[in-house]
C-alpha cells in the first residue's frame, strides 16, 4: 500500500484533474484508421516521388524530402479534420473549434494539391515522353499528323491530370477512413473509467491509512508521558550530579584540615549558620545526624 503521507502522493489529485480536462486530441487513437493513413501517405510519397525525379535529378536526398512533407501535408491534416469533425458530431468538440481545424486543414491540402498539380502538368511533357515518342512511330506509318499530334497532347494531358487526382483521391480517403472508423466519445469513457479506477485505488489507501493510524488522544498521552519520563531522567541525574559533589567537597574538607578535631569544629560551626538560615527562611530541619556523619567519614 503506497503511504499516504508522502509529499509526492498529493499531487495524484492534480494528475487526474489535467488529464480529465485536457483538450481532446486532433490524431485519431484508432489503430486501423492510423493504419490506413500511413498506407495511403506511403502511395502519395511513391506517387509525388516520380514528379521530382525529373525536377531534382542532382539531389535524391532532396527527392525523398520533398516527396516525404507533400506525402505528410496531403494526408495528414485531412486525417485530422476527419477526427476533429467526428469529434464535434459526437459532442467533444465546440463548432467553432471544429470549423476552424477543418478550414485550416482543406487550406494546407489545398495549396499543396494545387502546386502539385499546377507542377504536374507544367512537366508532363517530360514526365510522359515515351507516350510521345509513341506517338512519333505512328506518324511516320500513317502520315495524319493534325490528328496523331491532337491525340498525343490529348493522352499526355489526361494522364498527367490522372497523375495528379490521385493525392486528392488518397486525401479524401484519408478523411473518410478517420471519420468512418474513430470514436473519441468511446476513447473519452475509457480513460474517464481507467482514472475513476484509479481514484477509487487511490480512496481505498486513504481510508486504508486512516483507520490503521492511531487517534489523536493516543499521540497526545504518549507524548506526555515520555515528556515526563525525561523529566524524571533529568532530575535523577541532578540529584545524583549533586551527591557526587558533596562527597568530593567532604574528602577536600579532610584533605585541608588534617584530623578529625578540626573537621568536628567546622561541622558545629556549619550547623549554627544552617540553623540560622533555617530560622529565617523556614526551611525544613536538617538530619540530626549530620555532624556525626562528617565525623564518622573524617574518622575514617
Known amino acids: 500500500m503506497r503511504n499516504p503521507l508522502k509529499?509526492?502522493?498529493?499531487?495524484?489529485?492534480?494528475?487526474?484533474?489535467?488529464?480529465?480536462?485536457?483538450?481532446?486530441?486532433?490524431?485519431?487513437?484508432?489503430?486501423i484508421a492510423n493504419i490506413c493513413v500511413?498506407?495511403?501517405?506511403?502511395?502519395?510519397?511513391?506517387?509525388?516521388?516520380?514528379?521530382w525525379n525529373y525536377l531534382l535529378t542532382d539531389n535524391p536526398e532532396m527527392v525523398w524530402l520533398v516527396s516525404l512533407g507533400f506525402a505528410l501535408i496531403l494526408d495528414v491534416p485531412m486525417s485530422v479534420a476527419g477526427n476533429s469533425y467526428k469529434q464535434y458530431k459526437q459532442g467533444l468538440r465546440t463548432k467553432e473549434s471544429a470549423w476552424l481545424i477543418?478550414?485550416?486543414?482543406?487550406?494546407?491540402?489545398?495549396?499543396a494539391f494545387g502546386l502539385l498539380l499546377a507542377l504536374r502538368l507544367e512537366a508532363r511533357s517530360v514526365l510522359f515522353g515515351s507516350i510521345g515518342s509513341s506517338a512519333a512511330g505512328l506518324l511516320d506509318h500513317t502520315g495524319t499528323a493534325a490528328v496523331a499530334a491532337a491525340d498525343t497532347e490529348k493522352t499526355v494531358?489526361?494522364?498527367?491530370?490522372?497523375?495528379?487526382?490521385?493525392?486528392a483521391a488518397t486525401s479524401i480517403a484519408a478523411?473518410?477512413?478517420?471519420?468512418?472508423?474513430?470514436?473519441p466519445r468511446r476513447e473519452k469513457l475509457c480513460k474517464l473509467s481507467k482514472l475513476r479506477?484509479?481514484?477509487?485505488?487511490?480512496?481505498?489507501d486513504l481510508i486504508a491509512a486512516v483507520s490503521q493510524s492511531d487517534s489523536v488522544e493516543s499521540v497526545v498521552s504518549e507524548l506526555e508521558n515520555r515528556e515526563q519520563a525525561l523529566y524524571t531522567s533529568h532530575i535523577d541525574q541532578i540529584e545524583a550530579q549533586g551527591a557526587v559533589l558533596k562527597q568530593r567537597a567532604r574528602m577536600l574538607l579532610m584533605q585541608k584540615l588534617g584530623?578529625?578535631?578540626?573537621?568536628?569544629?567546622?561541622?558545629?560551626?556549619?550547623d549554627e549558620v544552617i540553623d540560622e538560615l533555617e530560622d529565617s527562611s523556614n526551611l525544613p530541619p536538617e538530619p540530626a545526624d549530620r555532624s556525626s556523619s562528617i565525623t564518622t567519614i573524617s574518622a575514617s
Open 259 to 270: 584530623g578529625a578535631d578540626a573537621i568536628t569544629t567546622i561541622s558545629e560551626s556549619a
Open 38 to 51: 500511413l498506407f495511403l501517405t506511403l502511395v502519395d510519397l511513391f506517387a509525388i516521388k516520380t514528379l
Open 157 to 167: 494531358f489526361l494522364s498527367a491530370l490522372t497523375m495528379s487526382m490521385l493525392p
Open 102 to 111: 477543418l478550414i485550416l486543414c482543406i487550406a494546407a491540402f489545398t495549396l
Open 7 to 31: 509529499l509526492d502522493s498529493y499531487s495524484v489529485r492534480s494528475n487526474v484533474s489535467k488529464k480529465m480536462y485536457a483538450p481532446e486530441s486532433l490524431f485519431s487513437s484508432s489503430v
Open 197 to 204: 479506477c484509479k481514484v477509487q485505488a487511490r480512496q481505498a
Open 175 to 183: 478523411f473518410v477512413i478517420t471519420f468512418s472508423v474513430s470514436n
